[in-house]
């Protein structure tokens, strides 16, 4: 069973997460170029405001210009992750696994299906029934307005088999700012969050916890403290 290092970084900027990731990455990458086994880490964290862009996404999808980020107080990266557009923010459960799949399994579609798979579980506590929606990565729910909402963004990137970036998922986040974005470049759904489709307030940590068990099953691992 491998052991994946997890690290809580609370409410942290994108910038300073993105350079702990890139420096983890590269660090296990180097192992492995050494011929060393390598380690696994997880990290979770909340971001201030903040708008990324993938490497597929579109520009446009930025409803905002500079003046207007400003004015709601974001921030906006274009970044090395797949996919289009999303928004981070608090109230929003952002998970970076910088993991060698040489120690777990080297298929990328089957990583993203395995994550998508950890977010449906926790959902079920919830008596929520979580869905994958055909050529549009993430976890959605049934919605009778618009078909789907998503309620968890998918986006990786993965260097010789170490993965980085993650999952967003959406506990008890200000929804008016996905109003701004064309969320993964999808316009015919909608989005959604934990506290608005159960109609109550969500412990933030009680997801946090639920995920990690979630995660350690499926990936059949287990967490240890990374300091």
Known sequence: MNTVFFKNLGLVDFKEAWKIQESLLNSIIKDKRAGKKTKNYI???????????????????????????????????????????????????????????????????????????????????????????????????KNEDVGFKKICALGVRASRWVTMHGLAFNVCVDLDYFKNIVPCGISDFGVTSLDTEVCEEVCFLEIENLFKEGFQRVFNCSFSNYL
């Open 43 to 141: 990290l979770f964290c909340q971001h201030p405001h903040v708008y990324t862009l993938g490497k597929s996404g579109k520009k446009e999808h930025l409803l905002l210009n500079d003046e207007e980020l400003d004015l709601r107080g974001a921030q906006f990266y274009q970044i090395n992750r797949g996919g289009d557009i999303t928004y981070h923010g608090p109230g929003q459960l952002v998970i970076y696994p910088v993991l060698d799949l040489d120690n777990f399994f080297t298929d990328i579609h089957r990583y993203l299906r395995c994550l998508e798979e950890v977010v449906i579980g926790v959902l079920e506590n919830y008596q929520l029934e979580g869905k994958r929606v055909t050529g549009a990565t993430g976890v959605w729910l």
